[in-house]
């Protein structure tokens, strides 16, 4: 890159290493191209230049880890992002969740609660949330920390209000939230029905079984031999005829799993388990 | 210079580039021996039909990938919106939802880059006119590891800011008019 630091492949791979040997955290199997460039991300704005700066601080410092840890992972997300998925979401699955008399659902890989507070509104307004349990989970404690809060930078709220509608909300959007000078705070009864906890897709197992799983642009920082592994332990936390949403551009086509599910929307990319 | 035969072209345009993109394409021939992929600032949550506009041109699909589609020669790709492309060393894409660059997702820099880092001196980068700096990044680091950069001629560019700013980091780019832009992308 031409801000200074350069990184070699096998450089990437030692400092893989030290973090699986010291943290017990696995990058091993994350899509090459853009964990190199998080870690990039993160010596920038450490103001680190080398490589052999960057290994001396995991091995001596837990605390960087710490910070390393919530920088290197991708946490941007949004209310209502691809308002055509929610409309779908809203329109085919929703109605069918309804038929269950306790609704689970898991987000996986949550980020900082964007797409969760979206998901309640949805089920606040079929009338579902009160028998709804959505349990919502992140590699990255700092990112749950701020999810539990349920707070939103103001300066976003125009264009998920804007997403809102375009996803077929017909209500008034600022009634879900209080404002604040610079964020809002979404209110807390919509909150009530979710558990956000920390869970390592790479690591962990399965915990619960859900009839909806959204793991929607989690699996694009794996590489294909990762992701097949964690759309077996989706596909093994979903009940028969269990719903899979993927984000728009993640494929199952190629994946081992495939056979297993059957396409409800190949535009919006939501699959049922089929027994 | 080098004169290896590029197995990647990435076209990196804004404000002003879409009629020389479509150029481009209506001007290619039925058959290239590089993948073309485009990378182009987009709105992101409102529906888009510029990979059919696209497609009408070059009279050939123009594919917005899914995470790690395979890249393949004598295709033309073009970035999906709301996304970063990358390439990765097995020649596939990976998409990446990370912070927007130069207030934009896809951003040119991260294609550029990862493009080098893939393809070497196999890589070319194009940047046509736009009205900020991405691009200029990553097509310095794209000629750094060996590959070849064209820049469309600012002054015959709607938006010039963004070749100017590549121009004043990547000397050794070559500057191109689009009338000449074909000529010049098929003898490399």
């Known amino acids: 890159m031409s801000d200074g630091i350069d990184i070699l492949p096998h450089e990437i791979d030692e400092i893989i290493q030290v973090i699986r040997e010291q943290y017990g955290y696995d990058f091993m199997d994350y899509s090459r191209a853009s964990f190199t460039r998080r870690v990039k991300h993160c010596m920038q704005r450490a103001g680190l ?61 949550c980020a900082t609660g964007e797409e969760v507070y979206s998901m309640a509104i949805i089920l606040k307004e079929a009338g579902l949330l009160d028998r709804t349990r959505i349990y919502a989970t992140d590699i990255n404690p700092a990112n749950l920390e701020k999810a539990r809060k349920g707070i939103v930078p103001l300066s976003a709220m125009k264009e ?7 996803s077929g909300g017909t209500e008034d959007f600022s009634s879900y939230y209080e404002a604040h000078p610079d964020h809002v705070v979404i209110r807390p009864d919509l ?21 909806l799983i959204c793991c929607r642009n989690v699996l694009i920082y794996f590489n294909k031999n990762l992701q097949n592994r964690v759309l077996h332990l989706l596909y093994d ?21 495939r056979p297993e599910f ?11 388990r089929k027994h | 210079m080098n004169s290896l035969a590029p197995e990647i072209v990435v076209v990196g345009g804004s404000a002003g580039s879409v009629s020389i993109i479509i150029q481009l394409l209506e001007q290619l021939p039925e058959t290239f021996p590089f993948a073309l992929v485009l990378v182009i600032h987009r709105q992101k949550s409102v529906p888009s039909e ?26 033309v790709y073009l970035a999906p919106q709301n996304y970063h492309l990358l390439l990765e060393q097995d020649r596939t894409f990976s998409l990446d939802y990370s912070e927007a660059i130069h207030y934009s997702r896809p951003a040119l820099d991260p294609a550029f880059e990862s493009a080098a880092d893939v393809y070497g001196p196999r890589a070319v980068g194009i940047l046509l006119s736009g009205a900020n700096q991405d691009g200029s990044q990553g097509l310095a680091y794209l ?42 992308l098929f003898s490399l």
């Not at chain 1, 699955?93 to 038929?99: E, G, N, T, W, Y």
């Not at chain 2, 497609?55 to 594919?63: A, D």
């Not at chain 2, 820049?151 to 009338?179: G, Y």
Request: net charge positive; with cysteine; charged share 20%.
């Open chain 1, 237 to 257: 936390s979903l009940v028969p005829l269990g719903y899979l949403a993927l984000g728009m551009k993640e494929s199952l086509l190629f994946m081992e799993i």
């Open chain 2, 143 to 184: 000629v750094q590891r060996g590959g070849r950069a064209l820049i469309q001629d600012p002054q015959s560019c709607e938006f010039p800011a963004m070749p100017l700013a590549a121009l004043q980091v990547v000397s050794q780019a070559e500057v191109v008019k689009p009338a000449d832009l074909n000529n010049r």
């Open chain 2, 50 to 75: 510029m990979d059919k506009v696209f497609g009408f041109s070059s009279k050939m699909r123009v594919i917005e990938p899914n995470d790690k589609d395979f890249v393949v020669p004598n295709r």
């Open chain 1, 191 to 211: 909150l009530q029905k979710v558990l956000f906890s920390q869970h390592n897709l790479v690591t962990d197992q399965v915990f619960n079984e859900f009839q």
């Open chain 1, 49 to 109: 230049k080398t490589m052999y700066e960057l290994r001396y601080h995991l091995i001596n410092e837990p605390s960087f880890f710490v910070w390393f840890l919530q920088t290197l992972t991708v946490n941007v997300t949004e209310m209502f992002r691809d308002p055509a998925f929610y409309r779908q979401l809203r329109d085919t699955v929703i109605p069918r969740l309804a038929s269950y008399p306790i609704i689970k659902i898991w987000h996986a890989g």
């Open chain 1, 262 to 272: 059957e396409g409800v929307s190949e535009a919006s990319k939501i699959f049922r």
């Open chain 1, 160 to 166: 998920y209000t804007a997403n809102y509608i375009r």
